[in-house]
């Protein structure tokens, strides 16, 4: 099964009349379910307009984007916004998490907004990811009160509490040390081999997107490089 397909993305700013950048020049891709990819390139070659695209925050100027088959350009926004709580969860450098509220209801929000109201499975729901992402013992806690690797595996119990098909990733251990960092990945890692979800990690850290299963290079708003990586046993 694809969980994303891109045909022919092409992906222009206007930057005011007449002048019209294009930052994304045909893009081609395709992820299967249960792919780990790191998408990596320089600084300005397009990665975030890319995650963008992907995550149904933006739309390309020409080409289709499919999510689990599913074709999104010609959709409204309202379908746009069911589509990506359903099929895609978020995780960021920068956690956006609430402060205020504890681990456990910062991983039930996405429950909550598509639901409604709490009920008692979507509290069981929210300790069954809080228990997996290894975080039993401060799930009660303020977010606010849990260190930078802990707030990270929060919101990756939270990206994953609908079971996404697809997880978009920018820099997830980007704030964090080198150990909390692999913590955090050996995580990802972990959630990707026990389920169908499909990753795509943005990331700085070639140590990290070694630990990929396919590395996809941006150079220039072009894919310049797309190669298997064989992942080395830890
Ligand atoms: P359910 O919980 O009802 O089994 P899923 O969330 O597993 O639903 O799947 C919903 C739909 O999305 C199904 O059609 C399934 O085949 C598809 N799907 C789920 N995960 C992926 C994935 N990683 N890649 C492609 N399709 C997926
Ligand atoms: P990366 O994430 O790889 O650093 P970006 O996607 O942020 O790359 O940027 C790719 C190019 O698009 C850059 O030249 C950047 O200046 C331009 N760009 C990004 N966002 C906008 C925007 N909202 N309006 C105009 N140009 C933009």
Redesign the pocket.
Same mark, same amino acid.
């Given at each position: 099964?694809?969980?994303?397909q891109l045909k022919g993305i092409h992906k222009a700013y206007n930057i005011g009349l007449p002048a019209e950048t294009e930052v994304l020049h045909g893009l081609d891709l395709t992820?299967?379910? *249960?792919e780990f990819v790191a998408l990596i390139g320089p600084s300005g070659s397009g990665k975030s307009t890319l995650l963008n695209l992907i995550g149904l925050l933006d739309k390309p100027t020409v080409g289709e984007l499919l999510i689990? *088959?599913q074709p999104t350009t010609q959709l409204q926004d309202r379908e746009l916004t069911l589509l990506r709580a359903?099929?895609i969860g978020f995780v960021f450098q920068f956690h956006n998490l609430l402060p205020e509220f504890t681990a456990l209801e910062n991983v039930m929000l996405p429950l909550l907004a598509a639901r409604g109201r709490p009920d008692e499975a979507m509290r069981l729901r929210a300790a069954e990811l809080i228990e997996q992402v290894g975080l039993t013992d401060v799930g009660k806690h303020m977010s606010n009160d849990l260190s930078g690797g802990q707030q990270q595996r929060v919101a990756i119990a939270r990206a994953l509490v609908m079971?996404?098909?697809?997880v978009l990733a920018d820099e997830p251990t980007g704030n964090l040390d080198t150990k909390a960092a692999d913590n955090v990945f050996d995580l990802l890692r972990r959630v990707n081999e026990a389920?169908?979800?499909?990753f795509l990690i943005v990331t700085h850290d070639p140590r990290l997107a070694q630990r990929c299963d396919r590395i996809i290079e941006l150079v220039d708003g072009r894919i310049d490089s797309d190669k298997a990586n064989r992942v080395s046993p830890p």
């Open positions: 099964a694809i969980t994303l992820i299967e379910r *249960g689990t *088959g359903k099929a079971q996404p098909a697809l389920s169908d979800t499909s």
